[in-house]
């Protein structure tokens, strides 16, 4: 069997006979081939697909004159294989900022343990990524959704988010950012809050909402957030926002008939039961509504 035949069918993976083994072990590439072939299988890249990275490999080789001297076929590998394990490498250097990722689905919560024992829970539909290998010299988080922080004593512990930056030493507080909106409470310690180059500073049981319309700072009388219960609360809340609320909650999409959203509600709804749920912020509305699978369509009597 001819050099490259041979070269191919073991990149292909096929079964070699005794003898095609043999022969194989005995060529100029063949530890080069094999290191290359040991190097990829340690990376786990989500797109990038090894055999067919080394499948290109060869037909390059193959493309070579083939009567050429086997230190010039040596010199064409390694260099192919140097541009492929950098390849590799770069990928994992610019996409490792984050190696952990932990996401919640509609009506599930989770605790995340983090490395320096602090502890985050997270609200449904939420996900948070961070970097667990790093995590004692850079205690970062980003967060797409709501989760409730204990952070430990140590270093600055940053939170992320679209519209804005959390930052303390060793607290507990509250983040949830939902599309344009963010909103951040203190139960513990201190926060810095910055959105927008601009930083607020909350002590225990404040709090800052940021939305369309600005930022705003209130007062809370609540040790830990309401949804750690499993229930939404709502005080003088635009219904749009609650009925958003629910959608995230319970995974589905609500439609509305002839209501107006920016009426005003105050009240709350379980995450437990969706038609309990529903019950809650339309009877008081006296408002009525419909589920048809994933969509719910609320109208007027």
């Given at each position: 069997m001819k050099k490259e035949d041979l070269i191919q069918k073991w990149l292909d993976n096929e079964q070699l006979t005794k003898q095609e083994s043999e022969a194989?072990?005995?060529l100029d590439v063949y530890d080069s081939y094999v290191k290359i072939s040991e190097t990829a299988k340690k990376f786990s890249a989500p797109e990038f697909d090894v055999s067919?990275?080394?499948?290109?490999?060869?037909?390059?080789?193959?493309s070579r004159n083939t009567n050429s001297p086997s230190k010039n076929y040596l010199k064409v590998v390694l260099r192919i294989a140097a541009a492929f394990v950098i390849g590799v490498g770069l990928y994992f250097a610019f996409s490792n900022d984050y190696n952990t990722k932990v996401e919640t689905l509609a009506s599930q919560k989770t605790k995340i343990n983090l490395p320096d024992e602090s502890t985050v829970r997270l609200n449904s539909t939420s996900l948070v990524t961070y970097d667990e290998k790093n995590w004692n010299t850079k205690r970062k988080i980003h967060l797409s959704g709501e989760a409730y922080?204990?952070?430990a004593q140590g270093k600055k512990f940053d939170v992320e988010t679209s519209l804005g930056t959390i930052s303390v030493i060793g607290t507990r507080f509250n983040v949830k950012q939902r599309e344009n909106l963010l909103e951040v409470t203190c139960y513990e310690g201190v926060v810095?809050?910055?959105?927008?180059?601009?930083?607020?500073?909350?002590?225990?049981?404040?709090a800052v909402v940021y939305d369309s319309k600005g930022i705003k700072q209130l007062k809370v009388n609540d040790k830990e957030p309401k949804w750690y219960y499993?229930?939404?609360?709502?005080?003088?809340?635009?219904?749009?926002r609650v009925l958003k609320e629910l959608e995230w909650q319970y995974g589905v999409e609500i439609k509305t008939k002839n209501i107006d959203p920016s009426i005003i509600f105050t009240g709350n709804f379980v995450h437990s039961d969706i038609e309990l749920a529903l019950k809650s912020i339309t009877i008081p509305m006296r408002l009525k509504y419909v589920i048809n699978n994933k969509t719910v369509t609320l109208f007027k009597e």
């Open positions: 194989f072990k005995k067919e990275n080394m499948q290109k490999m060869n037909q390059q080789l193959k922080f204990n952070v810095s809050v910055t959105i927008n180059k601009e930083t607020k500073y909350l002590r225990e049981r404040d499993n229930k939404s609360y709502f005080f003088k809340t635009p219904y749009s």
